[in-house]
Every structure is written in structure tokens, then in C-alpha cells.
């Protein structure tokens, strides 16, 4: 492998074990074999670099289970197919999760890493989408990413913030499966909701007709 390559690997590897606020350029030269020079030279900037890394990471932990998900794209066989994979893998990709958290903590104090991370969401969601529909992802629209998308990344989120908090009571894939069922057949038992009443103006008083016309 060249320099580019190594510094991605060392850059992963100091993700997972020191997450993204603790991690330094050094630390990454140290892990990788290179150079200082060479992390500017070929991503730009240390964050650059660890937000490839977080990528590469993410797409590593997708590819490991994605082949064996099983059901038609858009069924509940394929959403349990999904989470049983998500949770095979969970303690693994633990600190993956653990680190993005991290950045989100941090608020404003990381602005260049939370601006470059806030930027691969929309790959991700896509991501997410095709991997719960079937759908490649370079077929995925705009709106489906923005809507479908940022509904299955919400609840992978919350999925993993369960297990990194309290593993003993977090939600299975039966429960999350049997979860989504019922809240389906909820909505599809609800009344459907006509169009909105408009609201009294409050621009004109209104007459009592029993105290003759308003003054």
C-alpha cells in the first residue's frame, strides 16, 4: 500500500480505539508508518482524513452483512433481516458508533470535523435505504434520502445509542421488528384526517346576535 492507503488504515485503526476527539495527527502517523507532511499532502487536514476513515469504517461494517440480508426489499422479513445483522456486529462496530456520538457532543468545538461528517449524511442515508428496499443506492433519489433515509439512519442511531447505554435492556431485532409492526398497523388503523378547518379571524370582531351589531 502506498502512504494514502496506510493513513486511512492507521487513521481506522485510531478511531476505534481513541475515537475521533482524542485521536492526533501523530497518533496517526504512528499507526500508519507515515509521515506528518503526508496527511496534509494527501487529504488536506487531519479531520479530512478522519472523516474518510469514519466512512471507510462505516462501509466495512455495511459490506459484512449486507450480502446475507434476506426478504423482499421493503418487507418486515427484510427489516429483521437488517437487524439481525446490525446486532451481530454491534459490539464490534461499538466504537464506530461511540465516536460519532463524540463529535455530536462536542457541539461547536470541533467545527471542521462536524461540518465534513454533516456532509456524508446524505451517502449514508442512501446507504440505509438500499439496504433496507433493495434498491441500489445510485438509484436512490433526493427525496427518498431525505425522507426514508433520515427515518432508517434515526433508528439505527437510536438502535446502537441503546446498546452503547445499557445493553441489558435494549431492544432486540424480534422487538424492534414486532415495534415497527404495530406502529404500522396503528397508522393504518387511524382515521385519515380531512383538510384543516380555517381558523376564526381575529382581524374582524364577531356580532352577537342577540346584543345587536358590534360597535
Request: net charge negative.
Amino acid at each position: 500500500m502506498g502512504h494514502r492507503e496506510d493513513l486511512l488504515e492507521g487513521a481506522k485503526k485510531c478511531l476505534v480505539e481513541k475515537g475521533f476527539v482524542r485521536t492526533t495527527a501523530r497518533d496517526i502517523v504512528k499507526a500508519s508508518g507515515a509521515n506528518l507532511a503526508s496527511i496534509g499532502y494527501h487529504y488536506g487536514s487531519k479531520d479530512a482524513l478522519l472523516t474518510q476513515a469514519f466512512i471507510a469504517l462505516i462501509e466495512d461494517w455495511g459490506n459484512k452483512f449486507t450480502a446475507g440480508i434476506e426478504g423482499e426489499g421493503g418487507s418486515l422479513e427484510r427489516f429483521r433481516s437488517v437487524w439481525d445483522g446490525v446486532h451481530a456486529g454491534h459490539e464490534a462496530s461499538g466504537p464506530i458508533w461511540a465516536a460519532s456520538m463524540e463529535v455530536a457532543l462536542t457541539r461547536e468545538r470541533l467545527p471542521e470535523l462536524r461540518e465534513l461528517l454533516a456532509a456524508s449524511q446524505g451517502e449514508g442515508r442512501k446507504g440505509m435505504v438500499s439496504m433496507f428496499t433493495g434498491v441500489p443506492e445510485e438509484q436512490v433519489g433526493e427525496e427518498d434520502m431525505r425522507t426514508t433515509g433520515a427515518f432508517y439512519q434515526a433508528l439505527l442511531n437510536g438502535f446502537m445509542l441503546q446498546w452503547l447505554f445499557d445493553p441489558a435492556s435494549a431492544a432486540t431485532p424480534a422487538e424492534l421488528t414486532e415495534g415497527m409492526r404495530r406502529a404500522v398497523e396503528a397508522m393504518a388503523k387511524a382515521p385519515v384526517a380531512g383538510p384543516a378547518s380555517e381558523p376564526a379571524s381575529v382581524s374582524e370582531p364577531v356580532s352577537d346576535p342577540a346584543s345587536g351589531p358590534a360597535a
